[in-house]
């Protein structure tokens, strides 16, 4: 149940991390508003972007209880509960005894929220003027660096923006 969480948590993470992404690249002043939620996150790249996005509809609607998730396991709170079963025996060690949502995570709950992520991630990145070519590269983005050796001196180059190198 644990990876299950882990698993979950991650891919909000990794949604989240795609709008301060795209938020650095399409809003001038993301720096400054880049502490505000992943909700509202959303709601000003969809605006710069044109982009409707419906919260009642998948794949947000589950980006959406996705952070309810999310935002459940990392701001717990006590919740009394009172539950009662009948049986004739015991129910088995993995399954009766799981009253909380996020106990009755399922890898078919998990694998809709990797997929809804993906889709709402290739939403936004097709709804921008310039959308990412290399979306899903794991981080690596085509940039590089390239150092050189000039008379005992190296310096640093980014091969991707043509920047000058410098000492």
């Not at 959308?131 to 940039?143: A, I, K, S, Y």
Request: glycine share 4%; aromatic share 8%.
């Amino acid at each position: 149940m644990l990876n299950l969480q882990a698993a979950a948590v991650f891919y909000a993470f990794a949604f989240e991390a795609y709008l301060n992404h795209v938020g650095q690249e399409e809003i001038q002043i993301w720096d400054e508003i880049e502490r505000v939620s992943h909700a509202n996150k959303l709601r000003i790249i969809a605006k710069q972007l044109k982009l409707k996005v419906d919260l009642g509809r998948p794949p947000f609607k589950m980006v959406r209880d996705l952070f309810n998730f999310r935002d459940m396991l990392a701001h717990g709170r006590t919740k009394k509960i009172d539950v009662q079963y009948e049986a004739d025996e015991e129910p088995h060690h993995l399954s009766s005894w799981r009253i909380h949502d996020w106990e009755k995570l399922t890898i078919q709950k998990v694998q809709v929220y990797a997929s809804s992520v993906r889709e709402a991630v290739e939403t936004i990145n097709h709804s921008r003027p310039v959308p990412d070519e290399m979306v899903w590269n794991q981080g690596m983005r085509g940039r590089s660096v390239e150092l050189i050796a000039d008379a005992g001196r190296t310096s640093a180059c980014n091969t991707t923006t043509r920047k000058p190198c410098r000492d």
